[in-house]
């Protein structure tokens, strides 16, 4: 059974910055893709970044230049370096993985706020 477990949430002010990780287990093969998502209250969950196994990544406008994802395909683990850090980012965020299936992390807490 697959699971992702998000983990580096937390309260930071803005301009600050933080680390997400989630670590995938129950994998065999190599996962496709992985990404973050997020959803603020009130709104839809939205795409952050995603990384295929390949490398090659897509971010939201909103997040370009601030935030960075990459993965360690050895450990099944993907990472969001999060820079810049603005209010408009508080959300919960998700992790995602397209293994046979998509498959979610059960997500973490990110507030920005003095």
């Known amino acids: 059974q697959v699971q992702l477990v998000e983990s580096g949430g937390g309260l930071v002010q803005p301009g600050g910055s933080l680390r997400l990780s989630c670590a995938a287990s129950?994998?065999?093969?190599?996962?496709?893709?992985m990404g973050w998502y997020r959803q603020a209250p009130g709104k839809q969950r939205e795409l952050v970044a995603t990384?295929?196994?390949?490398?090659?990544?897509v971010y939201a406008d909103s997040v370009k230049g601030r935030f960075t994802i990459s993965r360690d395909t050895g450990k099944n683990t993907v990472y969001l370096q999060m820079n810049r850090l603005e209010p408009e980012d508080t959300a919960v965020y998700y992790c995602?993985?397209?293994?046979?299936?998509?498959?979610w992390g059960q997500g973490t807490q990110v507030t920005v706020s003095s």
């Open positions: 990384i295929t196994s390949g490398g090659s990544t």
């Open positions: 995602n993985a397209d293994y046979y299936g998509s498959f």
């Open positions: 129950g994998i065999i093969f190599r996962i496709n893709t």
